[in-house]
């Protein structure tokens, strides 16, 4: 490499990141930069002088973009059909109400997942402040009493408490 600009997308070479950087920038490893390299979701865009890939910021950026929406339940096969979708248009219109009804349709599974956890946050919130009580429990029947017990009776607990702590 020469320094100064970057295979002809003008980044500076010293702006180039090793998979090493970008998985640690990323919030992942080594083995998904690569695996997401091979499935064509970020480029490595020059090679150093040992032949090791290099990214440009712009990928670490996608990569940051991928992992989120990976983390919010997007599968790898949705977000190829995302990236994929206004390349497969046949002009900005088609493309914008396509990718606008694709968008819409994940927001309403995201919300309706962000209630579900939303849920289950406050349930168990309340399970571990009712654990404190039972952490200073000397009831000698337990574990048996257990079920019987009126502080696992709370309603913002019974679900998680039947399931965890109950039986």
């Known amino acids: 490499m020469d320094g100064k600009q970057g295979d002809g ?13 970008m998985a640690r920038l990323g919030g992942t490893t080594l083995r998904t930069v690569r695996f997401y390299e091979s499935q064509g979701l970020i480029a490595s865009g020059a090679r150093s002088d040992g032949d090791h890939r290099k990214f440009s910021p712009c990928e670490l950026k996608k990569l940051q973009i991928i992992s989120d929406l990976r983390d919010a339940g997007l599968s790898l096969q949705e977000i190829k059909q995302l990236m994929a979708l206004k390349s497969g248009c046949a002009n900005a219109k088609q493309a914008a109400e396509q990718m ?9 599974e995201l ?14 919130g309340s399970m571990v402040e009712m654990l404190r009580v039972c952490g200073v429990c000397t009831h000698p029947e337990f574990p048996s009493r257990c079920a019987g017990c009126e502080m696992v009776a709370p309603p913002a607990v019974e679900r998680a408490a ?6």
């Open 9 to 21: 997308v003008g980044v500076p070479h010293e702006e180039w990141l090793t998979t090493g950087e």
């Open 111 to 124: 919300d309706r997942r962000i209630t579900c956890l939303q849920r289950v946050r406050g349930e168990l």
């Open 162 to 167: 039947q399931l965890l702590w109950k039986n």
């Open 100 to 108: 606008t009804a694709a968008l819409c349709t994940k927001l309403t």
